[in-house]
């Protein structure tokens, strides 16, 4: 996989790459929507979601032509050639299907398919069709400049050989609206076909793979614990885009923390999955990701990424982007007074508005936006294909496949670059 792609600003591109959008929900216009209309090489053209309040509204904030409720209507009447699709994830196959076989690119919002099978399925379309089609999420994967650094450094061999590796959930040490799940949004998080929890959160998955590698086997213990939830009612995110007025403002996540959640749901899908991945380069290694319903005591948060090699140390956090320690100096850029290869933070989090990455930070909405459009223009694959996305889907069914059987699974995919 060649991560190396010549850098062409959007303004000098010849032409604007007309997109629809299918799914204007929190996702849509708090990320995708506004940073779209701000590229010079791309036009809104369509957006279409099942409540009219909200297309109009997207039509009203970020100036798409044409509104539709039918998403099928708009990929067969809408002069697009780009969808990106936002919706919850039991639509994803058909609608990343519908949109190929219509000759659309596609930017598929996580997860790529909740099993193998219709993970496949996009991917035999995919290369029957040669149309681009980008698996979220980006975040912590080789377009991220970083995380291709920090995989150079591992395959020169600044670890050693592989020990193990830990990814836990880190818990917020004070009130947070993602304490006992989301928010909002029973079909995307809470229904049966949402795939749960370690479906939304394939960050893991991806963070792993790109920095050790392909998966071999997966071993999983997943279940619900807490089936009665409540969320917001859907009805104040309505209104919410309503008294809008700045497309650049539209982050729901400032207004939705102080809402009472006062509408009953239920937890149809497993809501805390323990993954244990041996990987194809002989690291081992666990990931876990609940939701805790408290905060956690001051000081004891814990989750990063750690991967620990029989000659060196790769740890994220402690106010760093990522650091190193090795025996094998020589094969870092530097090394600091403490010992340690630190990457700075480019950003101030402490000033970020969650779950907006401060300004500087890497923000995977917009580079894999950006990352497409360029695809696009370029005819060529996306770095995040429908392979890789097959990949990462297949470790977390894999995961929920092993705990419905107790055996261990093993992996019929497999990616590299």
């Known amino acids: 996989m060649n991560t190396e792609r010549p850098v062409i600003p959007p303004e000098t591109r010849s032409r604007r790459i007309k997109v629809g959008v299918v799914g204007c929900g929190v996702v849509a216009t708090a990320y995708y929507l506004p940073y779209l209309r701000r590229q010079p090489d791309a036009e809104i053209v369509a957006v279409c979601d099942t ?31 780009c969808v990106f699709i936002l919706t919850a994830p039991g639509t994803h196959v058909d609608f990343t299907l519908a949109a190929l076989e219509a000759g659309k690119h596609v930017l598929l919002q996580k997860p790529m398919a909740l099993d193998l099978a219709g993970a496949e399925r996009i991917v035999e379309a995919t290369r029957r069709t040669r149309l681009k089609v980008l698996v979220e999420p980006s975040d912590h994967s080789p377009i991220d400049p970083v995380y291709a650094h920090l995989r150079d450094l591992i395959r ?13 959930p880190k818990g917020p040490e004070h009130e947070h609206p993602s304490l006992g799940g989301n928010p909002y949004g029973e079909g995307a998080f809470y229904a049966k076909d949402s795939g749960g929890i370690l479906f939304d959160f394939p960050y893991g998955p991806t963070q792993i793979v790109t920095l050790l590698g392909p998966c071999k086997r997966v071993s999983g213990n997943a279940r619900c614990a807490k089936p009665d939830r409540a969320i917001v009612d859907d009805r104040h995110y309505d209104a919410f885009l309503e008294q809008c007025t700045d497309p650049d403002a539209c982050n729901y996540w400032t207004l939705v923390s102080s809402l009472p959640r006062d509408r009953p749901v239920q937890m ?30 001051k000081g004891t948060s814990y989750g990063d990424f750690q991967a620990f090699g029989t000659e060196g140390n790769l740890v ?40 907006i990455p401060p300004e500087g930070a890497f923000n995977y909405y917009h580079e894999s936006t950006r990352h497409l459009l360029d695809c696009i223009h370029d005819d060529v694959d996306p770095i995040v294909n429908v392979e890789w996305g097959r990949h990462i889907t297949e470790m977390m069914w894999g995961a929920i496949e092993s705990s419905r059987t107790g055996r261990v699974y093993h992996m019929t995919t497999t990616v590299d670059w």
């Open 51 to 81: 409540r009219p309040a909200r297309t109009a509204a997207c039509v009203r904030l970020f100036g798409a032509k044409e509104a539709y409720s039918d998403y099928y209507e708009m990929i067969r009447r809408a002069d697009i050639e």
């Open 156 to 168: 020169k061999g600044v670890l050693g050989e592989p020990y193990y590796f830990n990814l836990m």
């Open 268 to 297: 149809q899908a497993p809501d805390t999955v323990f993954c244990t991945y041996d990987l194809a380069e002989g690291w081992h290694g666990v990931f876990h990701t609940p939701r805790i319903f408290l905060p956690t005591l």
């Open 316 to 355: 994220f956090g402690a106010g760093y982007r990522a650091s190193i320690i090795s025996h094998h100096r020589a094969l870092l850029p530097h090394v600091d007074d403490d010992g340690w290869y630190h990457i700075p933070e480019t950003a101030d989090w402490s000033r970020a508005t969650w779950p």
